[in-house]
């Protein structure tokens, strides 16, 4: 039993080693250079390029809008007056994201990372936003 599962662990390491050795050798970066496991990168950027290169080959085949659909997100920013009487006006600029990069520094949970995310701002002195209709 003991060998057994020695075996299995030491067949699915190598399996792994292989995948991975494979792997790396044909995912190029955007300049056409293999991945070097030796060295570490940023991870946002290799996402970035990972989630580019299965749209790419899934372009021409019925499942190209499988990111989209899978592990694509809208983030929307909204701008709102902070004083209905000046601007009752609201704006929205709806984003497709495939990662966000949250705080975790401090948050137990998840929630709270996402929490902090979406935390408003007020815009004020040099960061001052005016809607349209309070320019004219
Ligand atoms: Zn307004």
């Known amino acids: 039993m003991l060998l057994q599962v020695l075996c299995c662990l030491t067949l699915s390491a190598c399996v792994c ?5 494979g792997f790396c050798k044909s ?7 293999s991945i070097n496991p030796a060295i570490q990168d940023d ?4 996402y970035t390029r990972l989630i580019d290169k299965i749209n790419e080959e899934l372009a021409p085949t019925p499942h190209k809008l499988a990111v ?3 592990l694509t997100g809208v983030l929307s920013q909204q701008l709102i007056g ?5 601007c009752a006006h609201s704006k929205s600029s709806p984003e497709e994201f495939h ?3 949250l705080d975790v520094k401090n948050k137990a ?4 990372s996402l ?3 979406i935390q408003g701002e007020v815009l004020s002195g040099g960061n001052a936003y005016k809607c349209s209709s309070q320019t004219q």
């Open 17 to 21: 080693a292989v995948l991975q050795e």
């Open 27 to 33: 995912f190029k970066d955007w300049e056409g250079i």
């Open 43 to 46: 991870a946002a950027v290799f």
């Open 68 to 70: 989209k659909q899978t």
């Open 82 to 86: 902070t004083d209905p009487r000046v």
């Open 99 to 101: 990662s966000l990069q």
């Open 109 to 112: 949970t998840l929630t709270a």
């Open 115 to 117: 929490q902090a995310f």
